[in-house]
């Protein structure tokens, strides 16, 4: 019988594929005594099962292309050297013997003192290394109690996986990428979650709020996702299955055919010519950026350099990896953003920041003007990088002036400190606010007055203007790119930015989605940044789109406070 399980598709495009099961909830463990003569089986299963894990590991590990810059390979060693370390074995062995219980019940206790050992411990970073013991360790339990799902993914035949999982970090996700997955559904997240936002950089079809994706599916059944609907079908026969493959070749032709768009020139009808730039996530993507015919890098996520990790990058690494990147704009922009770890972006390197509520609390520059160690390299990095071709750096989560100033100052110090070492940099790098909290667009003027371009982040902007967790799929339904106090604080950063002649730029996934294309347009947005995987479908819509004609409907539009009135405008701008 067919099954079909709905949540919000956050990633369009069909995937077909065989189920993979990862939940990250804790394995229940229960404890039972055996007879003497059983405890050394019970000792060679435990060893047995360890060897396992060790052997998933490394074999994850040999699956992750050589040449992955962000040091992948280190995370997965990390588990590994957990699992390689002797006080969690014979401690174990040792607790199976004297208490004469099973090997999971031992594990779990020596597990619990290890993690007490960690969580003892002053240094900040060591504490933080529990999530590790308990993320090897529970591969290990998973493999004891036959529970084994855990991302050991066998080649899936030639249509790849499709994971189901209670939720997955944009960590997990480059690692599942790596394995060539088609694509995933998880329980929870918003549709501007990272992990979101990552599976739209690397198209990889996905849904969210779906909920318990495993009910109802099995381990290794063919199912299908709409990421488009955000439904998942399971059950289905060789007659669907059939209709659903076909439609993934209508797909790859709709794709063939935007390619024809790729060379040609993003202007509208009445010959206004926009810049469409790129949100890379990774700095591999910057092929997909090309490909997708995209001006320049408008937005650089560097966060991922520091994930899945155990040491930061230090500048030399971070310095390679923007020339690098350069090299590969071929004289396009790169806008490199410094630092947004936090919230929505966990790094298990610096997770003692995370506080009490993470979205405001010490994330992104805040964090960064706290801590030289992390800011100042990178600045270094960045400027040192710019004298090999046209860098900007984005500051995100700006709030105040002060702010603004510290930044500012730290970029003229860096500069002094650089030239003093013969160091060649761009003197006039540009440096630009992320405009992504309400009293960064409240405040748009004076920021406009001291900085060289604005760049709007919707994501968060939304988030914090609407108190709407931009991670959490209950509130979802809150999350609204057409809220009248969200649209009037996107004008007024455009206007501020018209008013001292900044460029004023946007990088939030609104500005990928084709249903704001021409609403934007009319407001007087004239650089976009998106996932490449957007690009040619907005430019088409530009193409098509005039923009005298557009700001009749748009003032209309922006006078409208009944949400179903707005959503007709809306509709009538589209047509
Ligand atoms: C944003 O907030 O809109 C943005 C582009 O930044 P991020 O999604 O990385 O927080
Ligand atoms: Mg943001």
Same mark, same amino acid.
């Given at each position: 019988?067919?099954?079909?399980?709905?949540?919000?598709?956050?990633?369009?495009?069909?995937?077909?594929?065989? +189920? &993979?099961? #990862?939940?990250?909830?804790?394995?229940?463990?229960?404890?039972?005594?055996?007879?003497?003569?059983?405890?050394?089986?019970? #000792?060679?299963?435990? &060893?047995?099962?360890?060897?396992?894990?060790?052997?998933?590991?490394?074999?994850?590990?040999?699956?992750?292309?050589?040449?992955?810059?962000?040091?992948?390979?280190?995370?997965?060693?990390?588990?590994?050297?957990? $699992?390689?370390?002797?006080? $969690?074995?014979?401690?174990?062995?040792?607790?199976?013997?004297?208490?004469?219980? =099973?090997?999971?019940? +031992? /594990?779990?206790?020596?597990?619990?003192?290890?993690?007490?050992?960690?969580?003892?411990?002053?240094?900040?970073?060591?504490?933080?290394?529990?999530?590790?013991?308990?993320?090897?360790?529970?591969?290990?339990?998973?493999?004891?109690?036959?529970?084994?799902?855990?991302?050991? $993914?066998?080649?899936?035949?030639?249509?790849?996986?499709?994971?189901?999982?209670?939720?997955?970090?944009?960590?997990?996700?480059?690692?599942?990428?790596?394995?060539?997955?088609?694509?995933?559904?998880?329980?929870?997240?918003?549709?501007?979650?990272?992990?979101?936002?990552?599976?739209?950089?690397?198209?990889?079809?996905?849904?969210?709020?779906?909920?318990?994706?495993?009910?109802?599916?099995?381990?290794?059944?063919?199912?299908?996702?709409?990421?488009?609907?955000?439904?998942?079908?399971?059950?289905?026969?060789?007659?669907?299955?059939?209709?659903?493959?076909?439609?993934?070749?209508?797909?790859?032709?709709?794709?063939?055919?935007?390619?024809?768009?790729?060379?040609?020139?993003?202007?509208?009808?009445?010959?206004?010519?926009?810049?469409?730039?790129? =949100?890379?996530?990774?700095?591999?993507?910057?092929?997909?950026?090309?490909?997708?015919?995209?001006?320049?890098?408008?937005?650089?996520?560097?966060?991922?350099?520091?994930?899945?990790?155990?040491?930061?990058?230090?500048?030399?690494?971070?310095?390679?990896?923007? &020339?690098?990147?350069?090299?590969?704009?071929?004289?396009?922009? /790169?806008?490199?953003?410094?630092?947004? /770890?936090?919230?929505?972006?966990?790094?298990?390197?610096?997770?003692?920041?995370?506080?009490? =509520?993470?979205?405001?609390?010490?994330?992104?520059?805040?964090?960064?003007?706290?801590?030289?160690?992390?800011?100042?390299?990178?600045?270094?990095?960045?400027?040192?990088?710019?004298?090999?071709?046209?860098?900007?750096? %984005?500051?995100?989560?700006?709030?105040? $002036?002060?702010?603004?100033?510290?930044?500012?100052?730290?970029?003229?110090?860096?500069?002094?400190?650089?030239?003093?070492?013969?160091?060649?940099?761009?003197?006039?790098?540009?440096?630009?606010?992320?405009?992504?909290?309400?009293?960064?667009?409240?405040?748009?003027?004076?920021?406009?007055?001291?900085?060289?371009?604005?760049?709007?982040?919707?994501?968060?902007?939304?988030?914090?203007?609407?108190?709407?967790?931009?991670?959490?799929?209950?509130? =979802?339904?809150?999350?609204?790119?057409?809220?009248?106090?969200?649209?009037?604080?996107?004008? &007024?950063?455009?206007?501020?930015?018209?008013?001292?002649?900044?460029?004023?730029?946007?990088?939030?996934?609104?500005?990928?989605?084709?249903?704001?294309?021409?609403?934007?347009?009319?407001?007087?947005?004239?650089?976009?940044?998106?996932?490449?995987?957007? #690009?040619?479908?907005?430019?088409?819509?530009?193409?098509?789109?005039?923009?005298?004609?557009?700001?009749?409907?748009?003032?209309?539009?922006?006078?409208?406070?009944?949400?179903?009135?707005?959503?007709?405008? %809306?509709?009538?701008?589209?047509?």
């Amino acid at each position: 019988m067919a099954v079909a399980l709905l949540g919000i598709g956050v990633s369009k495009g069909t995937a077909i594929g065989r +189920a &993979r099961i #990862i939940q990250h909830g804790q394995v229940e463990v229960l404890e039972y005594a055996l007879p003497a003569r059983l405890i050394d089986d019970e #000792i060679a299963r435990f &060893r047995a099962a360890m060897e396992a894990a060790k052997q998933q590991l490394r074999s994850i590990r040999e699956r992750v292309p050589a040449g992955t810059p962000q040091d992948i390979a280190s995370f997965i060693d990390t588990h590994l050297l957990m $699992l390689e370390d002797h006080t $969690l074995s014979a401690g174990t062995e040792e607790i199976i013997r004297t208490r004469q219980c =099973n090997a999971e019940w +031992a /594990l779990k206790l020596q597990k619990d003192a290890v993690v007490r050992v960690f969580e003892s411990m002053d240094d900040p970073y060591l504490s933080s290394r529990r999530d590790d013991v308990e993320h090897a360790v529970s591969r290990v339990l998973h493999i004891l109690l036959d529970q084994d799902r855990h991302q050991h $993914l066998e080649a899936g035949g030639e249509e790849g996986h499709i994971i189901l999982a209670d939720e997955l970090s944009p960590a997990e996700l480059v690692l599942l990428h790596h394995q060539n997955i088609a694509g995933f559904v998880t329980e929870r997240g918003g549709a501007v979650s990272h992990t979101a936002i990552l599976a739209r950089s690397l198209a990889i079809p996905a849904a969210v709020g779906v909920p318990r994706p495993d009910l109802g599916v099995h381990e290794d059944e063919m199912v299908v996702l709409d990421g488009a609907q955000g439904v998942l079908l399971a059950g289905l026969g060789e007659a669907d299955l059939a209709y659903y493959r076909r439609r993934q070749q209508a797909e790859r032709r709709h794709r063939n055919e935007l390619r024809k768009l790729r060379d040609l020139p993003a202007v509208t009808r009445d010959g206004v010519t926009i810049d469409l730039h790129a =949100n890379v996530e990774l700095p591999e993507d910057v092929a997909a950026m090309r490909r997708a015919g995209a001006t320049g890098v408008g937005l650089f996520r560097t966060e991922f350099l520091f994930m899945n990790r155990s040491t930061a990058p230090d500048e030399e690494e971070q310095f390679d990896v923007y &020339r690098q990147m350069l090299r590969k704009t071929r004289g396009g922009a /790169l806008t490199i953003r410094t630092l947004d /770890l936090g919230a929505d972006k966990p790094v298990g390197l610096f997770s003692e920041f995370a506080g009490p =509520n993470p979205a405001l609390g010490l994330r992104g520059v805040r964090l960064c003007l706290k801590e030289a160690d992390l800011f100042t390299p990178q600045l270094r990095a960045i400027l040192r990088a710019s004298a090999f071709g046209p860098v900007r750096v %984005l500051v995100p989560m700006l709030t105040n $002036l002060a702010e603004v100033q510290q930044v500012l100052q730290l970029v003229d110090e860096t500069k002094q400190a650089l030239a003093r070492e013969g160091q060649r940099f761009d003197a006039k790098l540009p440096v630009g606010a992320m405009i992504e909290v309400p009293a960064a667009a409240l405040c748009a003027d004076s920021f406009a007055a001291r900085l060289d371009f604005f760049s709007i982040g919707t994501n968060d902007l939304i988030q914090y203007t609407l108190a709407t967790d931009r991670m959490d799929e209950e509130v =979802n339904h809150l999350y609204d790119p057409l809220h009248p106090a969200v649209l009037q604080l996107i004008q &007024r950063t455009l206007r501020a930015g018209a008013r001292a002649r900044v460029p004023v730029g946007m990088c939030g996934e609104m500005a990928g989605d084709t249903r704001y294309t021409r609403l934007l347009l009319g407001l007087g947005l004239r650089e976009f940044s998106m996932p490449p995987s957007a #690009i040619l479908e907005v430019k088409r819509v530009i193409m098509q789109s005039d923009i005298g004609e557009l700001h009749r409907h748009v003032r209309r539009l922006l006078r409208c406070t009944d949400p179903e009135q707005l959503a007709q405008h %809306l509709d009538q701008l589209n047509t």
